[in-house]
């Protein structure tokens, strides 16, 4: 029983990218004389800089090294784990290298459609090939040594190109000697296909959505990310299955029977990974049990979150490190460097303290099959206040990224209000020069120079304020009495003018209006 065993174990390790992440915490944003007492009570007290909001996942170093930052997973706040459910999810992360370790010279092949249904819109064959050489180039010691642009008409056949144009292809891959592998520009190839192009151009290939999902596997830094990219391997695993069965030595296992139970070894393993996919969904929905525990502790503290939401590499990292001078936001140039969402205190002009969600960014053409996996992470730009979408100006397919974004949103079925209030801010406009938004509230901003902060900031505390149905009141209270106490620990107190002779205060205080029912039920005139 034991040899079966070890013979239908799905996977062998887990990525060492993956299992050495220590979790990390937020360090503290820069003090304000008048922090409200019930902002900071939604830190741990036994780490001011460590925020006990709701939401994905704290991030652990980088892939260059850096400390990485923040809080956030719901980590803060779970319960000991049962050991069994434990070990079990660890046993679910466990799976076999989705590209090799060692460096690899890639030739990029990226078919065209110059015509019909297929042909992409708002955007042109290089900028699709740029994103593809960002997306190897995010891979240590991967490298673009050769790009190969070439056109077909029907990019869904079997082998994507036309008989003539294949032979060509392959002539000039195989004329490539220094060559270790091809990625094939397209979203997603099947089994059979890429065996058939793997034994006709001589070297592996790997499309889109595996590259992608290796990415998403080396960034992955909670458990949550780590089970929803186990979830979307699934599909895969199982086109992996189809293919051995295929093989024509006999190999796959398709007609052996295992110890009279009536299963082949194939059956065996794909009744292995539908047990799999139900238990990943079994502990993805404990998770988002507690993450919804959290996010009504923090609607019960009345803080405001603002989601970050854009295409990857907009610069959302370093905008929230703008707006908060948090330190533990790092942000790093490369392509999905965000996967786990991740919370930074900051605050507004008027004092108000509020949380900036740090989301993982988005891509045109990203597999559906990876939206799904992470729409339970992603609910928490639907249980936030305010969306700020994040866009690169700087980019020539910002309209094309735009488009993206917004479809992905629409996708999870967000409040109409809350999309349609989204503040829209056109970053890097350094790298534009006399750039001017001609989108009507737009903001233009610069979050490497800082330039455009302070219009943002006002933006953003106008929103937050309609969105959270705060208001700015001026009342008056006695000295003697509490009232002043509780103002400063339930509301973000402005200003106190003293009229000692009276024995009041004149307090201008921005305060919500479920607190301050309870203010006139507690103090009534």
């Not at 988002?288 to 502790?297: D, H």
């Not at 219009?455 to 953003?460: E, I, S, V």
Request: aromatic share 4%.
């Amino acid at each position: 029983m034991w040899t079966l065993r070890a013979a239908v174990r799905l996977g062998a390790a887990l990525s060492r990218v993956v299992r050495s992440r220590p979790a990390l915490r937020v360090a503290p944003p820069p003090p304000l004389p008048s922090c409200p007492d019930r902002a900071l009570a939604a830190l741990r007290p036994d780490d001011p800089g460590a925020l006990q909001g709701r939401g994905g996942g704290g991030r652990g170093p980088g892939a260059d090294g850096r400390s990485g930052g923040a809080v956030l997973a719901g980590e803060e706040e779970e319960e000991p784990e049962d050991a069994e459910n434990e070990e079990e999810e660890e046993e679910l992360l466990r799976s076999e290298p989705l590209l090799p370790a060692e460096a690899q010279r890639v030739c990029l092949v990226h078919p065209e459609v110059k015509w019909g249904p297929g042909k992409p819109q708002l955007t042109r064959a290089e900028w699709q090939v740029a994103e593809a050489r960002a997306l190897v180039h995010t891979l240590d010691r991967w490298s673009v040594v050769e790009t190969m642009v070439v056109p077909t008409k029907m990019p869904d056949r079997k082998l994507i190109f036309g008989k003539g144009t294949l032979e060509h292809l392959t002539e000039k891959i195989r004329g490539l000697s220094e060559v270790t592998a091809v990625f094939l520009n397209v979203e997603r190839m099947s089994a059979s296909t890429k065996k058939e192009l793997e034994a006709i151009w001589g070297v592996q290939v790997f499309d889109r959505f595996t590259v992608v999902l290796h990415i998403f596997r080396c960034n992955a830094r909670t458990k949550e990310a780590r089970l929803q990219v186990a979830l979307a391997e699934l599909p895969l695993l199982r086109s992996n299955l189809k293919n051995v069965a295929a093989r024509p030595d006999g190999r796959g296992g398709s007609s052996r029977y295992i110890m009279g139970s009536g299963e082949s070894f194939l059956q065996v393993r794909q009744r292995l990974l539908k047990e799999k996919e139900m238990k990943i969904r079994q502990a993805l929905e404990r998770l988002r049990r507690k993450r919804q525990l959290l996010g009504r502790q923090r609607q019960r503290r009345e803080f405001p979150v603002v989601s970050v939401v854009g295409y990857t590499n907009s610069g959302k990292t370093t905008l929230i490190k703008a707006l908060t001078g948090d330190a533990a936001a790092q942000p790093r140039d490369q392509l999905f460097a965000t996967l786990d969402v991740t919370a930074h205190a900051g605050w507004l002009p008027c004092r108000m303290a509020v949380l900036y969600m740090d989301t993982i960014g988005f891509l045109s053409q990203l597999p559906h099959g990876l939206i799904e996996s992470f729409s339970a992470t992603l609910e928490d730009v639907a249980r936030s206040d305010v969306i700020v979408h994040v866009r690169d100006v700087s980019h020539p397919e910002c309209e094309l990224q735009k488009a993206s974004v917004l479809s992905a949103l629409r996708g999870l079925r967000l409040p109409t209000p809350l999309l349609d209030s989204a503040l829209e801010v056109h970053n890097k406009v350094d790298l534009v020069p006399g750039y001017s938004p001609s989108e009507p509230g737009a903001l233009a901003v610069s979050a490497r120079l800082g330039l455009g902060l302070e219009q943002l900031k006002a933006a953003l505390e106008d929103a937050v304020l309609r969105a959270t149905g705060r208001r700015v009141l001026t009342l008056r209270v006695r000295l003697a009495g509490p009232q002043l106490s509780w103002l400063h620990q339930e509301a973000t107190v402005q200003d106190v003018q003293v009229v000692p002779e009276a024995g009041v205060a004149e307090v201008t205080a921005i305060i919500s209006n479920s607190a301050y029912g309870r203010f006139r039920k507690l103090f009534p005139e």
